[in-house]
Protein backbone atom coordinates (compact mmCIF):
# COMPACT_ATOMS: atom_id res chain seq x y z
CA UNK A 1 0.00 0.00 0.00
CA UNK A 2 1.37 3.44 -1.09
CA UNK A 3 2.39 5.27 2.15
CA UNK A 4 0.31 8.95 2.48
CA UNK A 5 2.79 11.47 4.39
CA UNK A 6 2.81 14.95 2.66
CA UNK A 7 0.45 15.66 -0.17
CA UNK A 8 0.27 18.84 -2.14
CA UNK A 9 -2.96 18.32 -4.47
CA UNK A 10 -4.95 19.43 -6.66
CA UNK A 11 -8.89 19.94 -5.31
CA UNK A 12 -12.02 18.56 -7.17
CA UNK A 13 -15.56 19.70 -5.98
CA UNK A 14 -18.41 17.68 -5.61
CA UNK A 15 -20.61 19.65 -3.74
CA UNK A 16 -23.44 16.71 -3.37
CA UNK A 17 -24.49 15.16 0.31
CA UNK A 18 -25.15 11.39 0.98
CA UNK A 19 -23.01 10.33 -2.22
CA UNK A 20 -23.32 6.49 -1.59
CA UNK A 21 -20.92 3.64 -2.92
CA UNK A 22 -23.33 2.92 -5.62
CA UNK A 23 -23.16 6.44 -7.22
CA UNK A 24 -19.28 6.35 -6.34
CA UNK A 25 -19.11 2.24 -7.81
CA UNK A 26 -22.48 0.86 -9.24
CA UNK A 27 -23.74 -2.37 -8.40
CA UNK A 28 -22.58 -3.85 -12.19
CA UNK A 29 -18.93 -3.49 -11.65
CA UNK A 30 -18.77 -5.32 -8.89
CA UNK A 31 -17.90 -8.51 -10.17
CA UNK A 32 -14.24 -8.32 -10.11
CA UNK A 33 -12.34 -8.46 -6.43
CA UNK A 34 -8.78 -7.11 -7.80
CA UNK A 35 -8.39 -3.93 -6.39
CA UNK A 36 -7.45 -1.77 -9.64
CA UNK A 37 -9.35 -1.36 -12.99
CA UNK A 38 -12.02 0.53 -11.03
CA UNK A 39 -11.05 4.11 -11.56
CA UNK A 40 -12.71 4.66 -15.37
CA UNK A 41 -16.33 3.84 -13.56
CA UNK A 42 -15.85 5.63 -10.83
CA UNK A 43 -18.98 8.39 -10.31
CA UNK A 44 -20.51 5.86 -13.54
CA UNK A 45 -23.58 7.12 -14.04
CA UNK A 46 -22.45 10.82 -13.96
CA UNK A 47 -19.29 10.68 -15.93
CA UNK A 48 -21.09 9.34 -19.10
CA UNK A 49 -24.21 9.55 -21.26
CA UNK A 50 -24.44 5.79 -21.62
CA UNK A 51 -24.59 2.57 -18.67
CA UNK A 52 -21.05 1.64 -18.35
CA UNK A 53 -20.48 -2.01 -18.25
CA UNK A 54 -18.18 -3.87 -17.13
CA UNK A 55 -14.46 -4.74 -19.12
CA UNK A 56 -16.58 -1.62 -21.54
CA UNK A 57 -13.77 0.49 -22.89
CA UNK A 58 -14.48 4.10 -21.64
CA UNK A 59 -12.36 6.18 -24.52
CA UNK A 60 -15.25 6.18 -26.72
CA UNK A 61 -18.21 6.71 -24.33
CA UNK A 62 -20.42 9.57 -24.53
CA UNK A 63 -19.23 12.25 -21.22
CA UNK A 64 -21.14 14.47 -19.36
CA UNK A 65 -19.41 17.77 -19.71
CA UNK A 66 -21.12 19.13 -16.59
CA UNK A 67 -19.46 16.68 -14.76
CA UNK A 68 -16.93 17.75 -12.57
CA UNK A 69 -14.36 15.48 -13.32
CA UNK A 70 -14.67 15.41 -16.89
CA UNK A 71 -13.62 19.61 -16.60
CA UNK A 72 -9.82 20.27 -17.69
CA UNK A 73 -9.49 22.48 -14.45
CA UNK A 74 -9.70 19.43 -12.49
CA UNK A 75 -7.45 16.81 -14.19
CA UNK A 76 -5.23 14.94 -11.98
CA UNK A 77 -7.15 15.91 -8.86
CA UNK A 78 -5.80 14.21 -5.47
CA UNK A 79 -8.18 15.74 -3.19
CA UNK A 80 -12.14 15.33 -3.48
CA UNK A 81 -13.62 18.12 -1.60
CA UNK A 82 -17.41 16.89 -0.92
CA UNK A 83 -20.50 16.99 1.48
CA UNK A 84 -21.54 15.33 4.26
CA UNK A 85 -22.43 11.69 4.65
CA UNK A 86 -20.17 10.74 2.15
CA UNK A 87 -19.80 7.22 1.29
CA UNK A 88 -23.46 5.92 2.83
CA UNK A 89 -24.99 3.00 1.41
CA UNK A 90 -23.39 -0.34 1.14
CA UNK A 91 -20.14 -1.25 2.68
CA UNK A 92 -18.51 -2.42 -0.85
CA UNK A 93 -15.07 -2.19 -0.71
CA UNK A 94 -14.89 -1.45 -3.98
CA UNK A 95 -15.64 2.46 -3.85
CA UNK A 96 -12.56 3.23 -2.06
CA UNK A 97 -10.92 1.19 -4.90
CA UNK A 98 -12.58 3.05 -7.41
CA UNK A 99 -11.18 6.24 -5.92
CA UNK A 100 -7.68 5.25 -5.26
CA UNK A 101 -7.85 3.56 -8.64
CA UNK A 102 -8.28 7.20 -10.43
CA UNK A 103 -5.62 8.92 -8.49
CA UNK A 104 -7.30 10.30 -4.80
CA UNK A 105 -5.31 10.27 -2.54
CA UNK A 106 -7.63 12.05 0.23
CA UNK A 107 -11.46 13.37 0.48
CA UNK A 108 -12.14 16.43 2.78
CA UNK A 109 -16.11 16.04 4.18
CA UNK A 110 -18.11 17.33 6.82
CA UNK A 111 -18.64 13.52 8.03
CA UNK A 112 -18.28 10.10 6.12
CA UNK A 113 -20.52 6.57 6.52
CA UNK A 114 -18.36 4.59 9.20
CA UNK A 115 -17.95 1.10 7.03
CA UNK A 116 -16.40 3.75 3.77
CA UNK A 117 -14.42 5.70 6.56
CA UNK A 118 -12.76 2.11 8.20
CA UNK A 119 -12.33 1.10 4.60
CA UNK A 120 -10.39 4.27 3.11
CA UNK A 121 -7.70 3.69 6.03
CA UNK A 122 -7.04 -0.03 4.46
CA UNK A 123 -6.98 1.04 0.97
CA UNK A 124 -4.42 4.22 1.30
CA UNK A 125 -7.29 6.92 1.46
CA UNK A 126 -6.84 9.81 4.13
CA UNK A 127 -10.80 11.11 4.72
CA UNK A 128 -10.58 13.94 6.22
CA UNK A 129 -13.57 14.91 8.64
CA UNK A 130 -13.57 18.76 8.82
CA UNK A 131 -16.73 21.04 10.46
CA UNK A 132 -19.27 21.74 7.83
CA UNK A 133 -18.50 25.93 7.76
CA UNK A 134 -15.23 25.21 7.12
CA UNK A 135 -16.05 22.46 3.86
CA UNK A 136 -18.29 25.69 2.61
CA UNK A 137 -15.36 28.15 3.06
CA UNK A 138 -13.32 25.77 0.84
CA UNK A 139 -16.18 25.57 -1.58
CA UNK A 140 -16.67 29.03 -1.16
CA UNK A 141 -12.79 30.15 -2.43
CA UNK A 142 -12.25 26.77 -4.92
CA UNK A 143 -11.40 28.23 -8.02
CA UNK A 144 -9.44 26.38 -11.08
CA UNK A 145 -6.10 25.64 -10.06
CA UNK A 146 -7.02 25.07 -6.16
CA UNK A 147 -4.12 23.14 -4.30
CA UNK A 148 -4.71 21.75 -0.87
CA UNK A 149 -1.42 20.49 1.32
CA UNK A 150 -2.13 18.32 3.60
CA UNK A 151 0.62 17.04 6.07
CA UNK A 152 -0.46 13.61 7.99
CA UNK A 153 2.00 13.93 10.30
CA UNK A 154 1.17 17.01 11.65
CA UNK A 155 -2.36 16.17 10.67
CA UNK A 156 -2.97 19.91 9.13
CA UNK A 157 -4.72 21.08 5.96
CA UNK A 158 -3.14 24.33 4.38
CA UNK A 159 -5.01 26.32 1.89
CA UNK A 160 -3.36 28.49 -0.69
CA UNK A 161 -3.84 31.55 1.05
CA UNK A 162 -1.87 29.95 3.90
CA UNK A 163 -4.72 29.25 6.58
CA UNK A 164 -3.80 25.99 8.85
CA UNK A 165 -6.88 23.39 9.28
CA UNK A 166 -6.00 20.90 11.75
CA UNK A 167 -8.30 17.28 11.59
CA UNK A 168 -8.29 14.23 14.06
CA UNK A 169 -7.10 10.96 13.14
CA UNK A 170 -6.92 7.87 15.45
CA UNK A 171 -3.08 7.30 16.02
CA UNK A 172 -3.49 3.70 14.92
CA UNK A 173 -4.46 4.90 11.55
CA UNK A 174 -2.24 7.30 11.32
CA UNK A 175 0.63 4.99 12.10
CA UNK A 176 -0.33 2.74 8.79
CA UNK A 177 -1.18 5.06 6.42
CA UNK A 178 2.54 6.93 7.02
CA UNK A 179 4.15 3.52 6.67
CA UNK A 180 1.88 2.49 3.77
CA UNK A 181 0.84 -0.77 6.04
CA UNK A 182 -2.73 -2.41 5.15
CA UNK A 183 -3.85 -5.37 7.25
CA UNK A 184 -1.34 -7.94 6.13
CA UNK A 185 1.43 -5.53 5.66
CA UNK A 186 0.95 -4.85 9.69
CA UNK A 187 0.85 -8.78 10.43
CA UNK A 188 4.37 -9.42 8.15
CA UNK A 189 5.77 -6.52 10.92
CA UNK A 190 5.59 -9.58 13.23
CA UNK A 191 6.93 -11.68 10.95
CA UNK A 192 9.85 -13.39 12.60
CA UNK A 193 7.39 -13.72 16.04
CA UNK A 194 5.27 -15.72 14.12
CA UNK A 195 7.74 -17.90 12.47
CA UNK A 196 9.36 -18.50 15.76
CA UNK A 197 5.92 -19.59 17.49
CA UNK A 198 5.09 -22.15 14.84
CA UNK A 199 8.72 -23.41 15.33
CA UNK A 200 7.51 -23.71 18.86
CA UNK A 201 4.20 -25.26 18.38
CA UNK A 202 6.12 -27.50 15.85
CA UNK A 203 8.30 -29.37 18.55
CA UNK A 204 5.43 -29.51 20.94
CA UNK A 205 2.44 -31.16 19.16
CA UNK A 206 4.76 -32.22 15.82
CA UNK A 207 1.55 -34.45 14.32
CA UNK A 208 -0.07 -31.17 13.70
CA UNK A 209 2.34 -30.28 11.20
CA UNK A 210 2.99 -33.71 9.64
CA UNK A 211 1.83 -33.53 6.08
Keep these: MQAFTVLNGLVAPLDRANVDTDA ?4 QFLKSIKRSGFGPF ?10 GEPDMECSGRPVNPQFVLNQPDYQGAEVLLTRENFGCGSSRE ?22 FY ?3 FKNGL ?30 T ?17 KYRLLNGLDDIGLT ?20 LFMS
Design 42 to 51: LFDEWRYLDR
Design 118 to 120: NNC
Design 24 to 27: IIPK
Design 188 to 207: LQCADKIRAYERQQANKTPW
Design 157 to 173: VTTPQGRVLAFEVDANR
Design 94 to 115: HAPWALADYGFRAIIAPSFADI
Design 126 to 155: LPICLEATVVSQLFAELTAGYRLIIDLAAQ
